[in-house]
């Protein structure tokens, strides 16, 4: 056929539309968007599969066995040290030994050039230094399974409040680590109150890969469902609240720095503090992060956040009331 291209750039293309076509792809659309017979397609396919590509093929379409398939990843110098900056942050957000992480950052060791490769490398050492939670690996592994095959899982799951472990059946939406927590969180559709809820892996004490199989919405998009979000938590049902929080001088300066969330607004007080404003949908985490700063934070707003700021406040007081401190210091 006229305009057709060279066969390497031919193969690579193929293999990207393959990638991209999680069903298969029928022989003519291939053949159509190559500019090739289709012949010539399945010569193409045919020398794929010498090179190792898993390739199956049904009544006319051809396909990738995405369970065996990763499409090669080709990246520059920033790119790999930026896929490095994130596997660190991975490693320190579970303080535990994590296989995975520790084998790419082994393999960026081998691909980047000294001094850096040594850094990665000895980045990959540290982590299999680290303690080991085989159970959270193994159910980590089964959520992405399940996540990557459309497959529902059934979890044994403990409750933090009530302590009580109970069995759901849930469709994975997305995974999502939380540093201040070490772990990471599954979000999804929670078939026994059918609706997006999020669970701590740490708590699943038990998971099966059913048989069952699932989509996620075309409408679904986690980051919009975010928007209001502190962390991992959302209700989109929920009512927005406004957040308002003053900082003290001794801190502005790492306030106004960081970009915290979305919706945040900043203004400068007059004695070198700051204020912090933002709107979320619910108020238990972001809780959490106010505690982080002592008594260099003062909530504003909402009353009911104050108050029970105020109350944490009373009761860490309680804890040290009997030591003499130096009113001077």
Known sequence: MAGAIPKSQRLARLERQ?????????????????????????????????EGLPIWQEEGRVGLLVDKYLAPLRLNIFEALSLFIAARLLSRQSKERDPHVESLLEKLADTLPPPVSRHVLKSAQTIRRSPENKEYVRTLESLMRAWVDGQTVRMWYQSARQGNVKERLFDIYFIEPLEYVYSCYVIGLDHSHGEIRSFKVKRIKRIEITEEKYRIPSKFDIFQRWANSWSVLMDVNAPPIQVKLRFTKNIAFMI????????????????????????????????????????????????????????DSKNVYSLYRDLELDSEK
């Open 256 to 311: 106004k720095e960081a970009v915290w969330h979305l919706s945040q607004k900043i203004q400068d007080t007059e004695d070198g503090g700051c204020l912090l404003t933002v709107t979320v949908n619910d108020l238990s985490e972001i809780k959490l992060w106010i505690r982080t700063w002592g008594p260099e934070v003062q909530v504003l707003e909402p009353e009911s956040l104050r108050l029970e700021v105020a109350r």
């Open 18 to 50: 393959l990638a991209r076509s999680p069903e298969g792809a029928r022989v003519a659309d291939l053949a159509e968007l190559l500019g090739v017979y289709r012949s010539t397609v399945y010569r193409d396919i045919e020398a794929l599969e010498q």
